[in-house]
């Protein structure tokens, strides 16, 4: 009886390498993980620059207000930093990082910040500040002052995801994705 086989040279590779990917492609948290750290890089950039210089500037009645309520920092949206760094460090109140294989949120529980004497909404929810100032939502009353006039809340975008970082988590993904059975490429870690 005669018994013939055959091998293809690099097999054995190759479906290294193809099981290397599967297992990649099933979860995505190791790239979701520095996707993360990038996100709060982000996030401090556009308090530190107010909304890369975008957000617009306090009222006269509002830098007034401030100052009759000892408000601490000189930036838009700090007034006393609870929100910021619920965007900025992963380990402050408030602060979502949900990381699973294949889906990831980050972001703020603090739709409101406690730190802040003043709270908007209508007859139907409630909302704090840092909420209305991401969306441009109106106050219904502005300043605390129950006798006031509604007044809508100048948008300042808290989370808005530019092209540069939209670039570098691509890259990310696709590093995650490509890369050789020994891991990310030394340059990822």
Not at 33 to 48: G, K, P, T
């Amino acid at each position: 009886m005669i018994d013939l086989s055959f091998q293809i040279a690099g097999t054995e590779a190759i479906n290294n390498r193809l099981a290397g990917f599967i297992r990649r492609v099933s979860d995505f948290r190791p790239a979701f993980e520095r996707i993360h750290q990038s996100f709060l890089e982000m996030e401090a950039e556009q308090f530190e620059t107010e909304g890369q210089g975008k957000w617009p500037a306090w009222s006269s009645t509002y830098e007034w207000f401030r100052e009759s309520r000892g408000a601490s920092g000189s930036k838009l949206l700090q007034w006393g930093g609870g929100l910021m760094n619920s965007l900025t460090s992963g380990a402050a109140p408030g602060h979502i990082s949900e990381i699973g294989p294949h889906e990831a949120k980050f972001g703020t529980d603090l739709s409101t910040q406690d730190d802040h004497p003043s709270r908007v909404g209508d007859n139907k929810h409630s909302y704090g500040l840092g909420l209305a100032h991401h969306k441009g939502y109106t106050a219904k009353y502005p300043y605390g002052n129950k006798s006031a006039s509604p007044k809508k809340v100048p948008a300042r975008p808290l989370i808005e995801l530019n092209d540069a970082y939209r670039q570098k988590w691509l890259k990310i993904i696709q590093e995650w994705v490509m890369q050789s059975s020994s891991g990310f490429p030394e340059h990822f870690s």
